[in-house]
């Protein structure tokens, strides 16, 4: 069975190990989760399972999803998420997940949408240096020379300002410093995208699947 659940990114702190030394963690509120639907190999080409996280009220849910929910036995959802797995036959529909199923030293990968900061240049955005202040420059801030005289277009891939953030990014090998089953809370060393409040998907980790 693949380790994996829905949670909210509360914030960070930190806390001590045995040698008191500092640990910056993420502290997040994960679970309890649903299983809403379990996709197989034979009737859906592929195996999945789709986690409910955070209920909602049931006038706030239109009547397809309505039918959704009741189909699986759970109360409506607010979040809704497919989470490819091995085998899913080990899952059932109405499945409870929680928390517990991670340990403290267990490596997992965290996925989030990044913080959105909107239009930015290209100094903000991808770190380029600015032009001369003096001697009469007036190009400080632009992105610079964007293709050839012979090509006369632009090339693809070429860096320039646009959006910034409110792209998903997934934090791989981040190590479980703590999990506490009865508060739904799981600390996790480090930073994990996105802001305060934000959902955050945690699966067990795909290059170190062993505690450590």
């Not at 379990?38 to 706030?60: C, P, T």
Request: hydrophobic share 35%; net charge positive.
């Amino acid at each position: 069975m693949v380790k994996a659940i829905l949670a909210r990114k509360v914030g960070m702190t930190q806390v001590f190990d045995e040698q008191g030394r500092v640990i910056p963690v993420t502290v997040l509120e994960a679970g309890p989760c649903r299983v809403v639907q379990v996709k197989s190999m034979d009737n859906d080409g592929y195996d999945s399972i789709q986690l409910g996280f955070i209920e909602k009220k049931v006038n706030r849910v239109n009547r397809p999803l309505k039918g959704h929910f009741k189909r699986a036995g759970v109360n409506p959802q607010q979040y809704l998420r497919e989470i490819r797995v091995d085998d899913s036959s080990t899952y059932s529909a109405g499945q409870e997940l929680k928390v517990d199923s991670f340990s403290a030293g267990d490596y997992v990968d965290v996925s989030a949408t990044a913080r959105g900061k909107g239009f930015a240049g290209s100094i903000k955005k991808m770190g380029f240096s600015r032009g001369p202040k003096t001697h009469g420059s007036h190009y400080q801030r632009g992105p610079g020379s964007l293709g050839s005289v012979d090509a006369a277009r632009v090339f693809k891939g070429r860096p320039l300002p646009g959006r910034m953030g409110n792209w998903r990014r997934t934090v791989q090998n981040l190590n479980v410093v703590e999990s506490d089953g009865e508060k739904n809370i799981l600390l996790v060393k480090g930073s994990v995208p996105g802001p305060r409040g934000g959902l955050v998907e945690i699966k067990e980790s795909i290059k170190k699947k062993v505690s450590g």
